[in-house]
């Protein structure tokens, strides 16, 4: 359940976290507008964009897939490093990650598709908060954690883009 933070997380108690948070909800509302308004595309193409936005997922989704551990080292403190958990983790994030450079390729490859570009739309507004904004609400990141917390809502800035 989305909500499940709420019961077991920690919640947002920390200046760094709040102003991660917010810098992430513009992105979350960018994606947003960009789900239910027409692109003009004067700025930026839907093409370009959705070719960039693959580029970007692609670098996560390659991360997760092919070094789960680096991906896991990089971004948080504490994670199970043996045992069961550790080859569950493993076995997930391989997982989710070949959904992701599926999902990646799948842009690239209809980039300009209007439904495409829609649902990809909901879709980033989503993982914006279901990936980076959870993680940094439930775990324990590191400084690099970062990355993710500014690339994903500046996927929602390059579909806001095409609408002007």
């Not at 370009?48 to 991360?63: D, P």
């Not at 550790?86 to 980039?111: D, E, K, P, S, V």
Request: glycine residues 8%; charged residues 10%.
């Amino acid at each position: 359940m989305v909500l499940d933070v709420m019961a077991h997380g920690r919640g947002l108690k920390e200046t760094w976290q709040i102003g991660q948070f917010a810098f992430m909800a513009i992105g979350m509302a960018a994606s947003a507008v960009a789900l239910f308004m027409t692109p003009a595309e004067s700025m930026l193409s839907t093409t370009l964009a959705m070719k960039i936005v693959a580029v970007i997922y692609t670098v996560f989704g390659a991360q997760m897939f092919l070094v789960p551990v680096f991906f896991l080292s990089e971004n948080f403190k504490g994670w199970p490093e043996q045992g069961m958990a550790h080859l569950y983790l493993l076995f997930f994030m391989r997982m989710f990650g070949l959904l992701i450079l599926t999902i990646a390729a799948t842009m690239w490859l209809l980039a300009g598709e209007e439904t495409l570009f829609k649902i990809f739309a909901a879709f980033n507004c989503v993982m914006i908060f279901q990936g980076p904004g959870k993680a940094i609400q439930m775990f324990d990141v590191t400084e690099k954690h970062i990355v993710p917390v500014i690339l994903l809502p500046a996927c929602g800035f390059l579909l806001a883009a095409t609408l002007v």
